[in-house]
């Protein structure tokens, strides 16, 4: 080996690793949706866990089309290195179900589809938990769909509002911890229906006005 590319080496070894938790891929898996637009870009600033206010390590999926309610898998791949990196998603979400949507809920976890296991409390892949400072919105340009956001370290509930069957929202903002030791995991998300009116509970409203209604006395 020339003596150059030795130095190379233990110059290599020697300097700290600074691509911690580096997201480098994707696959998603599901029957009733498609994903597009993914950009995928090396982080700008590695290692800047709990660093408050929006991060500039952003994955964007500009589009998911929903064609039926049900959970969508994405899995991401990850080159663990000694650190956790805070990303910040970007996405846009296409209502393609003609079905209007009550809420809209996402959780982290590990493997796709019946295999998925929910992340545990405490092993770093969180919602920017557990200081909570850093963008969560969806409720694109103040104009909707879901103005109120729950946030815990492994669940987002968004609701408040409606999205409508064939809208299209954007952009939905919320932050990723990934930690070193992981070589993927999973963001699972799942679109709720506005529910349906209770049939059984019409019923009974509709048999009580009718014992009220008075009856006619025929001459």
């Not at 969180?126 to 969806?138: C, E, L, N, Q, R």
């Not at 694109?140 to 109120?148: D, I």
């Amino acid at each position: 080996m020339r003596c150059y590319a030795l130095l190379t080496v233990i110059a290599a070894a020697l300097t700290p690793v600074a691509n911690a938790g580096q997201i480098t891929g994707f696959t998603w898996t599901s029957g009733i949706a498609s994903v597009a637009g993914v950009i995928i870009s090396p982080p700008m600033d590695p290692n800047n866990d709990n660093v408050a206010g929006p991060s500039p390590n952003e994955i964007r999926i500009l589009q998911k089309d929903y064609t039926g309610i049900g959970p969508i898998d994405i899995e991401f791949t990850v080159i663990p290195s000694g650190g956790v990196t805070e990303y910040s998603f970007i996405e846009g979400v296409q209502n393609s179900t003609g079905i209007d949507w009550a809420s809209y809920c996402m959780q982290l976890g590990f493997g796709t589809g019946t295999d998925f296991v929910p992340s545990a409390a405490g092993d770093g892949l969180d919602f920017d938990a557990p200081d909570y400072d850093s963008p969560f919105a969806f409720d694109p340009s103040g104009g909707g769909p879901f103005p109120t956001v729950v946030v815990t370290e492994d669940l987002v509930a968004a609701s408040g509002g409606i999205q409508g069957g064939f809208e299209y929202a954007e952009p939905f903002v919320f932050t990723i911890d990934v930690p070193d030791g992981i070589t993927s995991f999973t963001l699972r998300q799942l679109p709720k229906a506005v529910p349906e009116p209770n049939t059984a509970l019409l019923g009974a409203v509709a048999a009580l006005l009718a014992r009220r209604r008075p009856h006619r006395h025929q001459s």
